[in-house]
C-alpha cells in the first residue's frame, strides 16, 4: 500500500457549488477514508499510458519539486469530483519509466475538497494532493 501523505500546495478560494459526490470528501476528519478512495480510484494511472488513453495530455516540461502534468482538459469546469482528478503528476522512477506522486483538482470557480479551500492561480482554482511521496 502507498505511503499516504496529504502535503498540499494549495492553489485557490472559498467554497464551491453543491456536489454531493464531492461533498463526501469535504470533512477534515476523514481525510484517511477519502485518500483510500482516491488511490484506488487512481490506481489504474500508475501506467502513464492508461492515463493518456483516458484523455490526460502530457505536458512537455518537468516542473520543479512537482513533476511532470498531464491534464484532463474535458474535465476542466466548475465541478470537482474527488474521484476524478483534472491532472495526474509523475516523476522519473529508477526503472526509465514514471511514477504517479501526485494529483491536482482545477476548477474553473471557487471550490473546495478534502476540506481544503482552493486558491486561485491565474484564472483557475486548484489544490495538490500527493498521494506517494517522493522522499
Do not use: C
Not at 9 to 29: G, I, Q
Not at 42 to 62: L, M
Not at 71 to 76: K, V, Y
Not at 78 to 98: F, H, N, R, S, T
Amino acid at each position: 500500500m502507498l505511503s499516504i501523505i496529504i502535503s498540499v500546495f494549495l492553489l485557490a478560494s472559498l467554497v464551491a457549488a453543491k456536489n454531493p459526490h464531492t461533498d463526501r470528501f469535504n470533512y477534515p476528519d476523514r481525510v484517511d477514508w477519502a485518500l483510500k478512495k482516491l488511490e484506488k480510484a487512481t490506481e489504474k494511472y500508475r501506467d502513464v499510458n492508461k492515463a493518456i488513453a483516458d484523455g490526460y495530455t502530457p505536458t512537455d516540461e518537468f516542473v520543479p519539486n512537482m513533476g511532470y502534468h498531464y491534464i484532463n482538459f474535458r474535465l476542466i469546469d466548475d465541478q470537482v469530483d474527488a474521484l476524478m482528478p483534472e491532472v495526474v503528476i509523475y516523476v522519473p522512477d529508477d526503472k526509465g519509466g514514471l511514477k504517479l506522486v501526485a494529483v491536482e483538482y482545477i476548477s474553473t470557480v471557487p471550490n473546495h475538497l478534502y476540506g481544503l479551500e482552493f486558491h486561485q492561480i491565474r484564472r483557475l482554482q486548484a489544490v495538490h494532493i500527493i498521494i506517494d511521496p517522493i522522499m
